[in-house]
């Protein structure tokens, strides 16, 4: 017949068990930690692998992507070429993919706030244009540089009578929203033409006449006339 434990022989069994479960709870602990500790290194040792072996990639993109920056900024000519505005370029647009295009959207949409060039570039830059005009110019023949010329005196014509055209239109149009005024005759009473001539012998003779054509008909009116328009 079993003898019956007694209270004491319980507990002490119960706290030798517990000891022994914990005993063998932190082996397992320590075999897991073991096993967590060797994955981590050789995750460790794996991207230090990664990192070195692309790292000379790496450091390639990287000049490249300075080089293009420093190129974009002859061309786009929009920002100043330092070291604080290279970094935010760098910051934004990953090496490999940087590229002009990549520039000037970053910069058309705000992407970036760069600083603008400074004098010393922009004076830099006019003085290349003009170096660069004046070697094209020593490369072509005299047909070709006297073509050159003849366009640039039609251009340059072109421009000052669409700019005298704009100016005469909004000098008429200042004149219409002052409530208007009568046509400018093409002839006196005498029946003598009011042409350019007449208009500028007045001007030089009589004064007061002129001052009050151009109060009656304003000086919209007068101008063109005295350009040959009306």
């Keep these: 017949m079993e003898q019956e434990l007694t ?119 006019r003085l290349a244009d003009i170096e660069q005009h004046n070697r094209e110019l020593q490369e072509l023949s005299i047909p070709e540089l006297k073509r050159r010329v003849r366009e640039r005196s039609v251009n340059v014509a072109a421009a000052s009578e669409k700019q005298n055209r704009e100016a005469l239109e909004a000098q008429q149009q200042r004149d219409q929203d002052h409530g208007g005024y009568p046509p400018l005759p093409t002839h006196t009473p005498e029946g003598q033409p009011i042409d350019a001539q007449f208009l500028k012998k007045m001007c030089n003779t009589d004064l007061p006449r002129y001052k009050f054509y151009l109060k009656k008909y304003s000086a919209s009116a007068l101008t063109a006339r005295l350009q040959g328009r009306q």
Excluded: C
Aim: aromatic share 6%.
């Design 7 to 125: 209270h004491e022989q319980v507990e002490r069994e119960r706290l030798r068990g517990e000891q022994e479960l914990n005993k063998l709870r932190e082996h397992y602990r320590d075999k897991a930690a073991a096993r967590q500790a060797e994955v981590d290194a050789d995750r460790w040792e794996f991207q230090r692998q990664q990192e070195e072996a692309y790292r000379p990639q790496r450091q390639r993109d990287l000049a490249k992507a300075r080089q293009i920056i420093v190129e974009s900024q002859l061309v786009l000519r929009s920002y100043s070429l330092n070291e604080a505005n290279i970094s935010l370029l760098l910051s934004v647009i990953d090496p490999p993919n940087m590229s002009l295009y990549a520039i000037s959207q970053a910069i058309d949409s705000h992407a970036v706030s760069l600083t603008p060039p400074t004098s010393e570039e922009q004076e830099a830059w």
